[in-house]
């Protein structure tokens, strides 16, 4: 089953930021958009799904949001939802906890 991870943040993890926090533990690896950006994904050198990442929203009711996850940080923005398909998730938690460090956020998983 797919793991639901969020990153909690005050910036928004872009395509550019991604990629270049990427490129430290996954050079050969790709980066992939749909929908207009709406869904990005990461795979490996040989073409497996790493980790999904869906479109950044900002938070309305930061208690509500506060309470969906396992221990939220003090404050946060912006809430990116993350998937971690089958496979390899240290891997995908890796690569989340670089890209989360590269904008200042966390990640959690929901709760």
Not at 93 to 110: M, T
């Amino acid at each position: 089953m797919p793991t639901e991870l969020v990153l909690l943040s005050d910036v928004e993890p872009t395509s550019e930021v991604m990629v270049r926090a990427a490129s430290v533990d996954h050079p050969l690896g790709s980066f992939l958009e749909y929908r207009d950006g709406q869904i990005r994904q990461f795979v490996d050198a040989d073409g497996n799904a790493l980790l999904q990442i869906y479109r950044t929203r900002p938070v309305s009711v930061p208690r509500e949001a506060a309470a969906a996850v396992q221990d939220p940080p003090q404050s946060f923005a912006l809430w990116t939802d993350l998937a971690v398909p089958y496979g390899a998730p240290e891997t995908a938690r890796a690569l989340a906890d670089s890209i989360a460090e590269a904008v200042g956020g966390v990640v959690r998983e929901r709760a």
